[in-house]
Nanobody, 123 residues
Framework: QVHLQESGGDSVQAGGSLRLSCEASETFNFPYCMTWFRQSPWKEREGVASIRSDGMAYYADSVKGRFTVSRHDTKNTLYLQMNSLEPEDTAMYYC?????????????????WGQGTQVTVSS
């Protein structure tokens, strides 16, 4: 069973930047897609950014132009570079992995989840 572990969450001022990391305990033995989700107490979990095994990336409209997802497969690591952070970005951020196919920015279909890392953005 592959385990995912997020890191990099912190408290920052609006306009600041953070880089989240998600490390997998071992290599997946199938082509997989990975997604960053986030959830705040007053919202449902939402997809933020996905990246396919071929490197194609997808973003939620709310983060386009500010967030960049990337992956380093030899290190089994997923990244999320977050710039121009806004208070609305405050949430617990989770990484997840699944076999590629179908819409990626939705919660359903993901077999592997991390425990989350907290991002807090103050105005």
């Amino acid at each position: 069973q592959v385990h995912l572990q997020e890191s990099g969450g912190d408290s920052v001022q609006a306009g600041g930047s953070l880089r989240l990391s998600c490390e997998a305990s071992e290599t997946f033995n199938f082509p997989y897609c990975m997604t960053w989700f986030r959830q705040s107490p007053w919202k449902e979990r939402e997809g933020v950014a996905s990246i396919r095994s071929d490197g194609m990336a997808y973003y939620a409209d709310s983060v386009k132009g500010r967030f960049t997802v990337s992956r380093h497969d030899t290190k089994n690591t997923l990244y999320l570079q977050m710039n121009s952070l806004e208070p609305e970005d405050t949430a617990m951020y989770y990484c997840a992995a699944r076999i590629c196919g179908g819409p990626l920015l939705v919660v359903g279909g993901y077999n592997y989840w991390g425990q989350g890392t907290q991002v807090t953005v103050s105005s």
